[in-house]
């Protein structure tokens, strides 16, 4: 299966969902016409990541039975309880044996609890406690229970794992000759009072029930990855007892497990081949459930516990302002500077489960990328007067990026592509010394002249017989030559402009894909004064029929945008927009492709011919909310709990709200979506003033 997150810059053609949207006519051509938007296509996902273990059925030591009294159902104020009583027993660094000795929380719902322990983000131990009559508790509460033996069953596994990891360590330390035999190794009471604690509290087991549905697709849609627990089960025969297997929300987190993963390791572990895939919840197939979890957890030494929702705190449901949005570019700022070398170099993409780098260092379009986000944001905060020393520093990094790469682009053996011409390009003009990279600028846009065919689509590379570049690189290129027009005005570069657009447009009649609209509508931003009103009449009409399309795939887009908590899954999605065709009552799985339409919304609010007399305030209200799920994409430091190098991650955005690989696109893409956002709300407040 593919992952349809991917963390490439430009997505296949899988995310392409609109239809017929421009209008038929080139500006060339000036031949006008309707246009209208129609459906999308869906497309599922996965990537292959570390086993986890099964546990047999009802294999926890023996508890006593359900009492019969009636208590709360568990919450919250349980699992800090909880917390504080595992807190206090690793200071002692063992759990009373006796249950004379401990309290009696008595709650209802419960099916099991997990405790780990963590030492700076590294697991030290980890113990699960299970009910023993958990079939008994599908689709109802049960009985009253007292928590607090499975707490201490569950601690005590975690404290004994901790304990053996901590000997093995030394024995591991003294045949590699690091230590010598009689040297004093670190103790398990040693790092107790140092480890961080993390609570999850297992209940709302529910069964789901898949019969009739679209196998295996309906899977997927019945639970949100990262916030709901898996439990699968093999019944028991005539030779075997039944066993079952359990994923637990933190190991998708932490391990960065995709759907796809979790089922096929939930699969393996009960011993079941990849091919009952299409028998989990059907009659007579394999029992499939889910269940919720109560997490409470201290996420680094420096940090105070706190309770997380699909591994962050979730963020209120609404729309966030313009000071929030500034808070996030900084964000974001910072996490670029981090990932910046003093050599002026980028780094890869980063996996923060195995603390990689994955290239060590971004390829050249990558890192143009986000070279160019870093000048944008530089360049507005400027036009604001607004100095900020760390953006200001960054910046002069970014140029530096830029102008090595294109240096390297010039050269009369280059073989850059044109998408990697088209970002150097672009940041060219948005850097501080662009007044200084005149000959730079102009050998790009020369080398640029060489991959373009007559029709105004560009081929891959200067080879004749490369093939042309898909729609979205296109709309990059676009957007490069647009942006080279407004500062040069030549009429050579203006009717180099509306060819490429024309062309592009005419690609748009086939799919128009959601890459494409962002660049597409920057390239119109660039060139509202292309065109003379007075002397093309006929040109002005088709310039406002294309933005007028633009500002209908931005409508349609609003349909898409999830404003409210969903029927199933955690409010953390509020804001993005689902662009996969699943059923109302499905888990919906957004993912970082919402910066890229709050660009779009963004450049929109300040293009009259886009906008036209559409309510702003709708749009403001659909940026806003968008934002706030960027946000909750960010990683932040209560969002650290595995992580073993914080510093790595923070203020970059995910691929989604289960995927923590950190890749440079979608931070790129989100700063530009603020900066988009914040320039055309200070012109908005600008107009009413």
């Not at 549905?213 to 949100?224: G, L, T």
């Not at 942006?483 to 690609?507: A, G, I, K, P």
């Amino acid at each position: 299966m593919k992952d349809k997150h991917q963390n490439t810059m430009f997505s296949s053609d899988r995310m392409s969902f609109l239809r017929n949207i421009s209008p038929k006519q080139p500006f060339s051509k000036l031949i006008t016409s309707t246009c209208c938007i129609t459906a999308m296509c869906a497309a599922l996902i996965a990537q292959v990541t570390p086993p986890l273990h099964a546990q047999p059925l009802s294999s926890n030591a023996p508890l006593e039975e359900d009492m019969p009294l009636q208590a709360p159902f568990v919450d919250l104020s349980n699992a800090m309880q909880a917390y504080h009583l595992v807190s206090n027993w690793l200071l002692d660094t063992k759990v009373p044996q006796n249950n004379f000795e401990l309290p009696r929380i008595n709650v209802t719902n419960m099916i099991g609890i997990r405790v780990t322990l963590r030492d700076s983000g590294e697991m030290v131990g980890q113990g699960t406690a299970l009910r023993s009559n958990i079939d008994n508790l599908v689709n109802k509460p049960g009985q009253a229970y007292d928590m607090i033996p499975l707490l201490a069953l569950a601690a005590r596994d975690a404290f004994t794992e901790g304990k053996r990891k901590l000997i093995n360590e030394r024995i591991d330390a003294v045949a590699k000759g690091w230590i010598e035999a009689n040297d004093r190794a670190r103790s398990f009471e040693d790092v107790a009072p140092s480890l961080q604690i993390d609570i999850q509290i297992a209940h709302e087991l529910q069964d789901i029930n898949l019969t009739g549905q679209s196998m295996p697709n309906a899977i997927y849609q019945n639970f949100s990855p990262g916030y709901h627990g898996l439990r699968i089960i093999k019944p028991a025969t005539t030779t075997e007892e039944a066993i079952d297997s359990y994923i637990w929300p933190d190991e998708v987190l932490s391990h960065n497990l995709s759907p796809h993963s979790q089922i096929t390791r939930l699969l393996t572990n009960i011993g079941s081949p990849l091919t009952d895939i299409q028998t989990i919840g059907q009659p007579n197939g394999l029992p499939f459930q889910r269940f919720d979890v109560i997490q409470f957890v201290k996420p680094q030494p420096n940090l105070a516990p706190v309770h997380l929702v699909r591994g962050n705190v979730l963020l209120p449901p609404h729309g966030i302002g313009d000071q929030d949005v500034r808070n996030l570019a900084d964000n974001l700022i910072e996490h670029f500077q981090t990932i910046t070398t003093s050599k002026d170099e980028v780094r890869g993409e980063y996996y923060p489960s195995q603390n990689l780098y994955k290239p060590a260092i971004a390829s050249d379009d990558q890192a143009l990328l986000a070279s160019y986000a870093i000048l944008r944001y530089h360049r507005y905060l400027l036009s604001q007067q607004d100095n900020d020393p760390i953006t200001d520093q960054l910046a002069d990094q970014a140029s530096n990026v830029v102008e090595i790469i294109a240096d390297q682009f010039v050269k009369p053996d280059s073989e850059a592509t044109s998408v990697e011409l088209s970002l150097a390009l672009m940041g060219v003009l948005q850097s501080p010394r662009a007044s200084l990279m005149g000959p730079t600028r102009d050998g790009l846009l020369r080398k640029l002249n060489e991959m373009a065919n007559e029709d105004g689509s560009y081929r891959t590379s200067a080879d004749p017989e490369s093939p042309n570049v898909r729609q979205q690189s296109l709309a990059l290129i676009a957007a490069a030559i647009a942006s080279t027009y407004e500062q040069q005005r030549t009429e050579e570069l203006r009717t180099q402009t509306l060819l490429v657009l024309d062309n592009l447009w005419d690609q748009t009649q086939k799919s128009l894909n959601i890459t494409t609209l962002y660049w597409l509508a920057l390239a119109h931003s660039r060139v509202d004064d292309i065109i003379n009103p007075d002397q093309d009449p006929k040109l002005r009409v088709a310039l406002v029929d294309r933005e007028q399309a633009l500002g209908n795939a931005i409508e349609k887009l609003l349909d898409l945008q999830i404003n409210v908590p969903p029927r199933l899954g955690p409010a953390d999605v509020v804001g993005a927009f689902d662009l996969y065709d699943t059923p109302l009552d499905s888990a919906p799985d957004p993912s970082w492709h919402t910066s890229q339409i709050l660009a779009l919304i963004s450049v929109g609010l300040r293009e009259p011919g886009m906008k036209e007399s559409r309510d702003d305030f709708s749009w403001i209200l659909s940026a806003s909310l968008a934002a706030r799920f960027i946000d909750q994409l960010t990683f932040k430091p209560d969002s650290t709990f595995y992580v073993q190098r914080p510093d790595q991650v923070l203020g970059g955005v995910r691929q989604s709200l289960w995927n923590n690989r950190l890749a440079i696109a979608p931070s790129a893409m989100s700063l530009l979506a603020c900066t988009e956002l914040l320039e055309s709300l200070h012109e908005l407040k600008t107009q009413t003033q």
